[in-house]
């Protein structure tokens, strides 16, 4: 059964980048599509981003400018970096993977999430 | 940011049937499938429904999905405490580069 971990620092200053790491567990890394998505206290979900194994990104426009998502297939580990931070990207953020395909359409969907982990932006 | 509106709350005593409208456009709901994601307070997203109306295993079939046009819709039949939670509607939204996008989230409270 395939879990995932969130790790990093639980608070970052403003205009510092934030990075947090994903490990995946009990499963390959491999032929999937990984992806991170926040939470501000209190509000609803943001998707961040994705990244398939092979290295191929797709992000939020409202962050692309700001977010690096890559990949390490020798850890089972994806990671993502958000620069230039503000108090508006405190939030619980979590990884999850991103089961995708076609049928008739594309589909896309989050179906394993880790527990998510906390972080501050705050001097 | 969020482009898919939901009510923010709906309630129901136990044992009746609470429905949770979805509301998107062609750019994501009218073109693509839609899922939605349970939240138990304090807990991280669930998987609820995939491709409009499909449930994943060990997701009891009182929860069942449907979609129209450009809006969709979840429904819980035989409410039960358990289901007090917040839900989220998503799907991929084909305008610009394309992105996921969630629903506002609605609070369901079992009265």
């Known amino acids: 059964q395939v879990q995932l971990q969130e790790s990093g620092p639980g608070l970052v200053k403003p205009s510092e980048t934030l990075s947090l790491t994903c490990t995946v567990s009990?499963?390959?890394?491999?032929?999937?599509?990984w992806s991170w998505i926040r939470q501000p206290p209190g509000k609803g979900l943001e998707w961040i981003g994705y990244i398939y194994y092979s290295g191929s990104t797709n992000y939020n426009p409202s962050l692309k400018s700001r977010v690096t998502i890559s990949v390490d297939t020798s850890k089972n580990q994806f990671s993502l970096k958000l620069s230039s931070v503000t108090a508006a990207d405190t939030a619980v953020y979590y990884c999850?993977?991103?089961?995708?395909?076609?049928?008739?359409?594309?589909?896309?969907?989050?179906?394993?999430w880790g527990k998510g982990t906390t972080v501050t932006v705050s001097s | 940011q969020s482009v898919l509106t939901q009510p923010p709350s709906a309630s129901g005593t136990p044992g009746q049937r609470v429905t949770i409208s979805c509301s998107g456009s062609s750019s994501n709901i009218g073109s693509n499938y839609v899922y939605w994601y349970q939240q138990l307070p304090g807990t991280a997203p669930k998987l609820l429904i995939y491709?409009?109306?499909q449930r994943p295993s060990g997701v009891p079939d009182r929860f069942s999905g449907s979609k129209s046009g450009t809006s969709a819709s979840l429904a819980i039949s035989g409410l039960r405490s358990e289901d007090e939670a917040d839900y989220y509607c998503a799907a991929w939204d084909d305008s610009l580069s394309g992105c996921y996008v969630f629903g506002t989230g609605t609070k369901v409270t079992v009265l």
């Open positions: 999850a993977r991103l089961t995708s395909g076609v049928l008739g359409f594309p589909y896309y969907y989050m179906d394993v």
């Open positions: 009990g499963g390959s890394i491999s032929s999937y599509y």
């Open positions: 491709r409009n109306n």
